[in-house]
């Protein structure tokens, strides 16, 4: 609504004068004369399109005359092309309602402060034009992880850091620390954490985080944490299934393993990271998930042989889970016990769910070089081919490996190139294609990292040639 813009503000580098916000907005009202028809009168001036409609301000709201708001008037806004003075502006709704004397169309004067603006309004008051070009606009993205909210500034922002972190920490209440990263993710720590500044609020990242119901805790300054991929995290553990055990290979401190856990998913995860590895063992046990995801803190690429061999070793030696039946399973495994069992209470109410002998899926979320990693899958099942079709029904684990990339251009070629790099890595040639193929690949856009790049999940099924070559 044109009329209803924040005051321009030029105001010095990092100062916010909140009371500069406060405006007020000249529109209309229609008086409803008995507050019994304030509905009726509604639905009539919606139809004709000439109520006030804007985000965050209400319809209905009180006469402006003090004694006749105490007795219960009320007022409808309208829309600001409707002028009390001038009949010329009012619909034949309007007039048909001051002919009768139900409504009567009266000045209203608005009063906005600084709580009524958002973000974005604040930002744009405050920021010099230059600064707003339509590329690039005003800085409005951020990650949160708990109570921290963390900013990656463009360097013409920069002067304006403290006043942005202020304003983001108002209109956020869930936020109390704002800070900068002032250097690349991996440029000074092999474990994806970065250099911070602090803009706003107390100097505290010890954080708790909620995702995929599932409650996580760490220290945000010595781990990696990504609030933006729960719908990455989200739409892979859909494809586990319970009772399958899946290898985290770069597990962080558990978006993918926990949640797995709690749906019944024997999850072998691991994190070199040891603050990763602390915390994930933290949350396991926080998340009450310990029977199905078992946390490690090795180099990846030993890892992946090692937790196969772990897995199989643990199926094995008749290791398992055991759950409480629900409801319709307990009444389900009674109805179909014997006579003989029923009388003698023997019918147990525990599921017991064996660790299978193979992997099912591996996930490998370290998107700047975990392609580099997949050489270590040679021989993975070396010497165990019996455990796979055709002398089985079970087939070769489905590899998802996170990678960067170009953004996906018409022709396909960024996708084609993840796919050659994959059989660079992996030593057989794999296609663009459906993952459930064989020497297929299927590439998914999960999210942009810049302008011209993009964050992917290659998946595809393990190459039998690849699975049972010589270990090296």
Same mark, same amino acid.
């Given at each position: 609504?044109? &009329?209803?813009?924040?005051?321009?503000?030029?105001?010095?580098?990092?100062?916010?004068?909140?009371?500069?916000?406060?405006?007020?907005?000249?529109?209309?009202?229609?008086?409803?004369?008995?507050?019994?028809?304030?509905?009726?009168?509604?639905?009539?001036?919606?139809?004709?399109?000439?109520?006030?409609?804007?985000?965050?301000? %209400?319809?209905?709201?009180?006469?402006?005359?003090?004694? /006749?708001?105490?007795?219960?008037?009320?007022?409808? /806004?309208?829309?600001?092309?409707?002028?009390?003075?001038?009949?010329?502006?009012?619909?034949?709704?309007?007039?048909?309602?001051?002919?009768?004397?139900?409504?009567?169309?009266?000045?209203?004067?608005?009063?906005?402060?600084? =709580?009524?603006?958002?973000?974005?309004?604040?930002?744009?008051?405050?920021?010099?034009?230059?600064?707003?070009?339509?590329?690039?606009?005003? %800085?409005?993205?951020?990650?949160?992880?708990?109570?921290?909210?963390?900013? !990656?500034?463009?360097?013409?922002?920069? %002067?304006?850091?403290?006043?942005?972190?202020?304003?983001? /920490?108002?209109?956020?209440?869930?936020?109390?620390?704002?800070? !900068?990263?002032?250097?690349?993710?991996?440029?000074?720590?092999?474990?994806?954490? +970065?250099?911070?500044?602090?803009?706003?609020? %107390?100097?505290?990242?010890?954080?708790?985080?909620?995702? !995929?119901?599932?409650? +996580?805790?760490?220290?945000?300054? #010595?781990?990696?944490?990504?609030?933006?991929?729960?719908?990455?995290?989200?739409?892979?553990?859909?494809?586990?299934?319970?009772?399958? &055990?899946?290898?985290?290979?770069?597990?962080?401190?558990?978006?993918?393993?926990?949640?797995?856990?709690?749906?019944?998913?024997?999850?072998?995860?691991?994190?070199?990271?040891?603050?990763?590895?602390?915390?994930?063992?933290?949350?396991?046990?926080?998340?009450? &998930?310990?029977?199905?995801?078992?946390?490690?803190?090795?180099?990846?690429?030993?890892?992946?042989?090692?937790?196969?061999?772990?897995?199989?070793?643990?199926?094995?030696?008749?290791?398992?889970?055991?759950?409480?039946?629900?409801?319709?399973?307990?009444?389900?495994?009674?109805?179909?016990?014997?006579?003989?069992? #029923?009388?003698?209470?023997?019918?147990? =109410?525990? *599921?017991?769910?064996?660790?299978?002998?193979?992997?099912?899926?591996?996930?490998?979320?370290?998107?700047?070089?975990?392609?580099?990693?997949?050489?270590?899958?040679?021989?993975?099942?070396?010497?165990?081919?019996?455990?796979?079709?055709?002398?089985?029904?079970?087939? *070769?684990?489905?590899?998802?490996?996170?990678?960067?990339?170009?953004?996906?251009?018409?022709?396909?070629?960024?996708? &084609?190139?993840?796919?050659?790099?994959?059989?660079?890595?992996?030593?057989?040639?794999?296609?663009?294609?459906?993952?459930?193929?064989?020497?297929?690949?299927?590439?998914?856009?999960?999210?942009?990292?810049?302008?011209?790049?993009?964050? +992917?999940?290659?998946?595809?099924?393990?190459?039998?040639?690849?699975?049972?070559?010589?270990?090296?």
């Amino acid at each position: 609504m044109s &009329v209803i813009r924040p005051p321009v503000i030029r105001s010095a580098l990092g100062v916010l004068d909140r009371s500069l916000f406060s405006k007020l907005i000249n529109l209309s009202a229609a008086a409803i004369a008995d507050k019994k028809n304030i509905s009726v009168w509604k639905q009539k001036l919606q139809k004709d399109c000439t109520l006030l409609v804007q985000d965050r301000i %209400p319809g209905v709201v009180p006469h402006p005359d003090e004694d /006749l708001a105490a007795k219960g008037t009320k007022c409808l /806004l309208l829309d600001p092309k409707i002028k009390a003075g001038v009949p010329e502006t009012w619909t034949p709704t309007i007039n048909e309602g001051v002919a009768s004397k139900e409504i009567g169309v009266i000045p209203y004067v608005l009063p906005l402060t600084y =709580d009524y603006w958002s973000y974005e309004d604040v930002m744009r008051s405050l920021l010099p034009p230059d600064l707003r070009d339509e590329h690039d606009g005003i %800085p409005t993205g951020f990650n949160q992880a708990g109570h921290v909210a963390h900013l !990656n500034l463009r360097e013409k922002f920069l %002067p304006y850091k403290k006043l942005i972190a202020k304003v983001l /920490l108002d209109k956020n209440p869930s936020v109390k620390t704002v800070i !900068n990263k002032i250097a690349d993710v991996g440029n000074e720590s092999e474990f994806r954490t +970065f250099a911070y500044e602090v803009l706003a609020g %107390p100097d505290d990242l010890e954080v708790e985080a909620r995702e !995929n119901d599932c409650s +996580f805790k760490f220290n945000y300054a #010595k781990v990696y944490w990504n609030g933006k991929l729960e719908g990455e995290h989200s739409r892979l553990i859909k494809l586990f299934k319970p009772g399958e &055990v899946v290898c985290d290979v770069m597990a962080g401190i558990g978006p993918f393993a926990v949640p797995a856990g709690r749906k019944g998913v024997f999850v072998w995860a691991n994190d070199y990271n040891p603050e990763s590895y602390a915390s994930l063992a933290q949350n396991i046990t926080r998340n009450k &998930v310990k029977q199905y995801v078992r946390p490690f803190n090795q180099d990846g690429r030993i890892f992946i042989t090692e937790a196969a061999d772990m897995v199989y070793a643990a199926s094995t030696n008749g290791e398992h889970a055991v759950s409480k039946l629900n409801r319709r399973e307990r009444r389900s495994r009674h109805a179909n016990s014997s006579v003989i069992e #029923k009388s003698a209470h023997t019918v147990p =109410d525990l *599921l017991r769910t064996p660790i299978p002998p193979t992997i099912s899926h591996f996930v490998m979320n370290l998107p700047a070089s975990a392609i580099t990693f997949l050489p270590h899958f040679r021989g993975l099942y070396v010497g165990r081919e019996q455990l796979f079709a055709p002398h089985t029904s079970t087939k *070769l684990p489905m590899v998802h490996v996170h990678c960067f990339g170009p953004k996906a251009s018409d022709d396909g070629k960024s996708l &084609v190139d993840i796919c050659e790099r994959i059989s660079v890595e992996i030593g057989v040639g794999m296609k663009l294609g459906d993952a459930e193929n064989t020497h297929e690949v299927s590439v998914l856009e999960v999210r942009d990292v810049a302008p011209n790049k993009r964050m +992917f999940c290659a998946s595809f099924r393990l190459p039998a040639e690849v699975a049972f070559a010589a270990r090296s």
